[in-house]
């Protein structure tokens, strides 16, 4: 199996200046994920926690409710060197499964009309969980303290520079898990994927922070997991703001220390005042 | 249609200061790619320039090999209301099709042994052009005035702090073609189908640029339009420089002002001294 990061050398240059070195890279590979033998997914993929990523996967597609509807993941071995780069999943009989997900469902529609507030609906159709009345409220100061917890954790990141991390948060603002991936989507798979595995569905009072940019599928995959609340160190997209508006759920945007955009829910970001974050 | 942009109500947050404010999003919207009426694929976009995004889409999937194999594209009209947000495509009898395209292929594999090297063999067997032998040689001069080109032509970046750019440059720097989008593979596919469109495939002796990271998909659909040379103002990942290397296409990584990595292809950078930036 390949490690999370790769040495390669490599040419700097810096005005006139031109030397040999090396660097160290995020390690980003091929997982394909096969149910009962047939493959239906290869994302790009940074190594590591792979079991995670499938199961994150196969909830935030609703393919699975539960983790435990799966009941068995290995890796794909045969003929060829094994590269634990193939993982079939089992599934359990009263999982929806594929053709009841919302994956490739896009093959099945017919009719014109495809939208943003489509999308919105099958989020809301496929979800298992509400967080419209989770009771978690936020206050600033636990937010404002987010971000840094998670760049604590991040060992990763100062190496390479390439790494997305998703991490979450109790209602308390404690660091739950944090996983990292060259993909932004796999990190939040990754990290709903372990909570899965370990029975904690749904993710009720907590809080998940993306190191980045805040897209649509990011709001979804919270949902499916039943996270009520997200955040994002960058910018959300309009989308995402619907389907957190629509579900009223807390959407955070630009956290950065003490200023933070709340682009929706805020009425479950308290008002209190800040205090310096422990 | 919906705008690049999206102005969304919100609530800012700055130590114990609390204000109502409006803020410009990046729009998000789906967008369903038909093939002769039958769905294919949907993607997450910033809507615009959806007839690029498409041809891009399936000139680096390898289901057409030319723009004028697409003899037609319209978006998709029926009952309900027009929503833009799908495209149906009509495929020359020459096209290779979806059938040829690696796109949707890992149903088709059934053998254990998906690595890395798997998917850059795959781009070697499907790309109609090779890049080993395009005379583009780039010095660090012409290189470290890119991001600042390309920063230039993004009116939208400003106002959203949401958007990936990728820029297509010819061999003296200049500026062909710039296109944004929420996703960053979209934005390639954007200034590739623009491309594709235009007959100017194979972009040789062009250089592209991405905003931000550098993985393997975005050097697989620089490598699919015949484009010789990759820069990243971010990092690269590992299988982005092997395919690289493997493919003799120049990786700039972390371009930024007169530094930058070369983490492939370091013989077509050329070691003429810097000179200031015109």
Not at 263 to 274: C, E, I, N
Request: proline share 4%; charged share 25%.
């Amino acid at each position: 199996m390949a490690g999370v990061t790769v040495q390669r050398a490599l040419v700097r240059i810096a005005g006139d200046d031109r030397s040999n070195g090396f660097d160290t890279l995020v390690a980003e590979e091929p997982l394909e994920i096969r149910i009962d033998g047939e493959a239906v997914a290869v994302t790009m993929r940074t190594p590591g926690n792979d079991f995670e990523l499938a199961a994150g996967f196969l909830l935030t597609e609703g393919v699975v409710e539960r983790g435990d509807q799966i009941t068995e993941m290995r890796y794909c071995t045969g003929d060829e060197p094994q590269q634990y780069n193939q993982l079939t999943v089992t599934l359990a009989a009263d999982a929806p499964g594929m053709a009841a997900s919302g994956f490739r469902n896009f093959t099945t529609t017919s009719s014109c009309g495809l939208c943003g507030k489509a999308s919105i609906d099958a989020v809301r159709t496929r979800s298992p969980y509400s967080v419209a009345d989770d009771p978690l409220r936020l206050s600033p100061t636990i937010l404002a303290a987010l971000p840094a917890r998670l760049r604590e954790a991040q060992r990763v990141f100062d190496a390479t520079g390439g790494l997305h991390a998703a991490g979450l948060f109790d209602a308390q603002g404690a660091l739950v898990c944090m996983r990292e991936d060259v993909g932004r989507h796999n990190a939040f798979d990754k990290v709903i994927g372990w909570a899965a595995l370990e029975g904690r569905l749904p993710l009720t009072s907590h809080v998940i922070l993306a190191s980045g940019r805040a897209g649509f599928e990011l709001v979804q995959k919270a949902l499916m997991a039943g996270i009520p609340a997200l955040a994002a160190v960058s910018a959300p997209s309009s989308l995402a703001v619907e389907l957190a508006d629509e579900a009223g759920m807390p959407l955070v945007g630009f956290l950065r220390r003490e200023r933070m955009n709340v682009y929706a829910g805020d009425r479950r970001v308290t008002r209190l005042k800040l205090r310096t974050a422990d």
